[in-house]
């Protein structure tokens, strides 16, 4: 136990892996000695609000993350920022022999490996001087050193990591960051930083362009207050803070120079509200609103839309489930390149979903990239056709109608001409580009021919309709759905495919970058698939 216990407002770190933020220190009534009522960043280690026994100590800004605590030697308090660093990063020399035996961390202890001159590596990044990238996330540091001495030690560095740490407050930040005068890029996820004091060093950010401050419940008002002080900042990440608004930005120039926003998992339900909070941000080209509930986008109306420059967003696991909201969009951010809707409705296995991608990709002209997935010029062209013979055979009447629903019928008509609109045209239009495939589902890997003694090995058959022009890669991810094999993009190298050829070999199908025209897939080809582990959904 330290000789001086901590402060009101100081971070602390408990062996069983929790962070906290002391928030009272002293005596309970009906308790004897001294006690520590903490916030804890996980608020599931809570018990309570801050009150015992109908009286409180202490607010939580958290419901039910507090607790009380007796002060104990086995509480970390944290060290300085050059304790934390060379603890990290210089590690003394092991003497004159050229080999060492050491074991690989990934092997959990199996492996040993024999290694050459290691006083080499470690002597290059015991040389501080030279650290330009720098990580100290986990180090507990709670405080910078006396000044001088930081600079004197690692005056390079331009990227730093001081993720879940013990420090308290943007002082406690600007102590170190003023001894950094390379510092580009800085990293603060998961520390809980009470706002910044009126006479903060200007010199602490002077060179700052990327601030991140993911899961620090910072406010919109307390990161504009900050930003004001960082005249070179460019990219900003304020995800899982619950933030449900975006009130109270102290308006400055450094916004007006933000390219790049990051609001993953937060409360950001309101599109429009949205929109018109980030009027400051005129050069904003990349948003992230992933995970923030937004069900519905608003046509734009007469509303200004301050998203006008916008070219990468992602809108992936909310709940849109209207393609009208995908024209509505495009109403709104006319210049969007890239665009993420995975796991959203609308993009679900459903009767919707067969067509949603063509859809998209034909609802905004500019689009390049949907759903980590380039866009071919054969892919938009056969889109956008597609999407002409829908309208054509879904909305009766005249072209207003049509354009009603539907706003880019009149441009698509105009490149690509009018869809015969006859009734029998009309009735086999929209399968003139799409192919139906047989899908084999096997237990195990099959063997180099499609037998008859495949059957007893198939978990199921289906068939599919897909357009020719769509690549590998995204088939995988509709046999994953097809097949319940899960939704994770990341999961899609664990379905292997294999094509039935003429003479009933199995050919591996490998480049996802191809597409299924390439292959020779056409329709009633024959896919035969096999699930190689057990994906997560």
């Not at 180099?448 to 058959?461: C, K, Q, V």
């Amino acid at each position: 136990m330290p000789h001086v216990l901590p402060a009101t407002g100081s971070r602390i770190y408990l062996p069983s892996g929790h962070f906290g933020t002391v928030r009272y220190f002293g005596p309970l009534d009906g308790t004897t000695g001294l006690w520590f009522g903490v916030e804890w960043d996980d608020s599931a280690r809570g018990k309570h609000d801050g009150i015992k026994d109908g009286k409180r100590y202490f607010n939580c800004r958290v419901p039910h993350s507090g607790s009380f605590i007796r002060p104990s030697s086995s509480i970390c308090y944290g060290y300085t920022f050059l304790q934390a660093l060379k603890n990290k990063y210089v590690e003394a020399a092991h003497g004159t022999a050229s080999q060492e035996k050491i074991v690989l961390g990934s092997s959990n202890g199996v492996i040993e490996v024999e290694a050459v001159d290691l006083d080499k590596i470690r002597d290059k990044f015991s040389n501080l001087e030279r650290l330009r990238e720098v990580s100290l996330d986990n180090e507990m540091i709670s405080t910078g050193n006396n000044p001088g001495e930081i600079l004197s030690t690692c005056p390079s560095i331009r990227g730093l990591d001081l993720s879940a740490t013990l420090l308290s407050s943007w002082d406690a930040v600007a102590m170190i960051t003023t001894e950094l005068p390379q510092l580009e890029r800085l990293a603060l996820n998961r520390n809980r930083l009470t706002p910044p004091s009126s006479h903060l060093p200007a010199s602490a950010w002077l060179r700052l362009s990327e601030l991140q401050l993911n899961g620090t419940w910072t406010s919109w008002e307390e990161f504009t207050s900050i930003a004001m002080l960082m005249p070179q900042l460019r990219i900003a990440e304020l995800g899982y803070n619950g933030l449900t608004s975006l009130s109270h930005a102290k308006i400055s120039t450094v916004l007006d120079r933000i390219e790049i926003l990051n609001f993953d998992s937060n409360k950001l339900e309101d599109w429009q509200y949205i929109s018109e909070a980030l009027k400051p941000c005129a050069s904003l080209q990349r948003l992230v609103l992933s995970s923030n509930g937004i069900a519905r986008i608003p046509p734009r109306g007469s509303c200004p839309s301050h998203l006008q420059g916008l070219k990468v967003l992602s809108l992936s696991s909310n709940k849109l489930h209207n393609l009208r909201d995908i024209d509505q969009l495009y109403e709104w951010c006319p210049q969007l390149e890239t665009l993420s809707l995975a796991k959203n409705p609308l993009s679900e296995v459903n009767d919707l979903s067969r067509s949603a991608r063509q859809q998209i990709i034909a609802k905004i002209p500019s689009l390049r990239v949907l759903d980590a997935t380039a866009i071919s010029t054969k892919e938009r062209s056969d889109s956008e056709l597609y999407y002409l013979s829908f309208v054509a055979k879904t909305v009766l009447g005249h072209d207003e109608a049509k354009m009603k629903e539907h706003p880019q019928w009149k441009m698509l008509c105009m490149k690509h001409g009018r869809p015969a609109e006859s009734i029998a045209d009309r009735d086999g239009r929209l399968s003139r580009y799409l192919i139906e495939v047989k899908v084999h589902h096997c237990s195990e890997p099959p063997g180099g021919l499609f037998t008859p003694e495949m059957e007893g090995r198939l978990i199921a058959s289906t068939s599919l309709r897909v357009l020719s022009t769509m690549k590998l890669g995204l088939f995988r991810l509709r046999l994953m759905k097809a097949l319940g094999a899960g939704k994770n993009p990341r999961n899609r190298d664990s379905i292997c495919v294999w094509l039935r050829m003429g003479d009933d070999t199995l050919a591996l199908l490998e480049n996802d970058d191809q597409e299924l025209g390439w292959w020779g897939i056409e329709s009633n080809s024959h896919i035969v698939v096999h699930v190689s582990r057990q994906t997560e959904p």
